[in-house]
């Protein structure tokens, strides 16, 4: 039976063929859909922040440096084969114009370390959207590793 | 910080309920006058969620909605959001121009009127918290976005994202016909709770 999960911010879930796995409203999240096209298993993680400072880490899914590796771990245990996985990513905009650094900067921090942790993982992207100035959902087709891509700028694209 | 969000008393919360109530009641009367309409508000609330629910604070995640962010700077450092539907914010502009609005295709002028409105509802909220409190608080440039509801409000609480909580004092302002229906959100930054608190005299430890 497919199922459609909806992943919240700073979560993660890992499915199979034919689950739609969705994230809706990145903005300066980055969201991440990882895909073994030969098992069919599926993950994806909406994260917040490029990187965790917090020893205790309740939420290892809201940061890119543990939530990356713990989904990929779960993936492993659901079948999948870590050398077939591959990424589309998605997410990191500048929501607001005229605003303060900080938020300038965070979605671009976000992507940095995104593409830096995967690029140390050897995982190769295979699709992006990323960047600009508006929000963007998620929608990944574990039966085909398809994502959909629906924005109010840009309306629906697949990457 | 992070902590005291977890040990607030129900004194700490009537207080910070109290200065969200002087801010917004403020904030209101400049509405109204700027408006030349009446404008209320509800009693303003303390709401601390899970940051992973952030998202879903004004309804649909998806819902295309117009809103103001402002940075709060000095003392105690913050945010301030301000969220309006499209439908409000046609009304809203209805109100203050005599000519069509296309929500699709706002012009700049438009944008600039939205902004002002921002800037002129926190402007009053932080006079009132600084009256009060004897801090002084100001507030950044207004910056303005037009997107999914979901995507503006976890980019605007970034400030507080290493928390598990936000901690948000939130008002609705509504006009007699509910023609005009806004959220506005004041975000402390982390540390920020403790110095509203004390500046009133308010023991955290």
Avoid: W
């Avoid at chain 1, 140390?120 to 699709?127: A, F, S």
């Avoid at chain 2, 402007?123 to 004897?134: K, R, V």
């Avoid at chain 2, 994202?161 to 023609?179: P, S």
């Amino acid at each position: 039976m497919s199922e459609t999960v909806r992943v919240k911010m700073a979560e993660y879930h890992v499915g199979k063929s034919p689950d739609v796995l969705i994230t809706i409203g990145l903005g300066s999240c980055v969201g991440i859909a990882l895909y073994d096209d030969i098992s069919k298993v599926g993950g994806l993680i909406h994260i917040m922040l490029p990187k965790s400072n917090d020893t205790e880490n309740l939420k290892p899914a809201k940061y890119a440096d543990t939530g990356i590796p713990l989904m990929i771990e779960k993936m492993v245990e659901a079948g999948a084969v870590r050398e077939n996985i591959t990424a589309k990513i998605a997410g990191g905009a500048h929501m607001f114009s005229s605003s303060g650094d900080m938020v300038i900067q965070i979605g671009k921090r976000n992507i940095e370390a995104v593409c830096q942790i995967l690029e140390d993982l050897n995982i190769p992207i295979t699709g992006e959207d990323l960047g600009k100035d508006y929000g963007r959902t998620m929608e990944f087709y574990t039966e085909d590793g398809r994502v959909k891509i629906r924005s109010y700028k840009k309306g629906e694209k697949f990457i | 910080m992070s902590d005291l969000i977890n040990h607030l008393t129900s004194i700490h919360k009537d207080v910070l309920k109290e200065i969200g109530n002087i801010g917004a009641g403020n904030a209101a009367t400049a509405f109204a006058q700027f408006l030349n309409t009446r404008i209320h508000m509800t009693v303003p609330s303390v709401t601390i969620v899970p940051i992973e629910d952030v998202p879903e604070l004004t309804g649909g995640v998806e819902s295309r909605v117009i809103s103001v962010l402002l940075r709060v700077t000095g003392e105690s450092p913050g945010s301030i959001l301000l969220v309006f539907s499209e439908n409000s914010t046609l009304n809203l502009l209805e109100m203050i121009t005599d000519y069509e609005i296309d929500i699709n295709n706002l012009e700049e002028v438009e944008i600039s009127a939205v902004m002002e409105i921002g800037n002129i509802l926190s402007g009053s909220y932080l006079n009132a918290i600084n009256q009060m409190t004897g801090l002084n608080l100001f507030q950044s440039v207004p910056a303005f976005a037009h997107d999914m509801a979901g995507a503006i409000l976890s980019s605007s609480m970034l400030s507080i994202a290493e928390n598990d909580y936000a901690l948000l004092i939130e008002t609705k302002f509504i006009n007699g016909d509910e023609e005009i229906e806004g959220f506005f959100f004041y975000i402390p930054d982390p540390g920020s709770l403790e110095k509203i608190l004390n500046s009133l005299g308010i023991e955290t430890t």
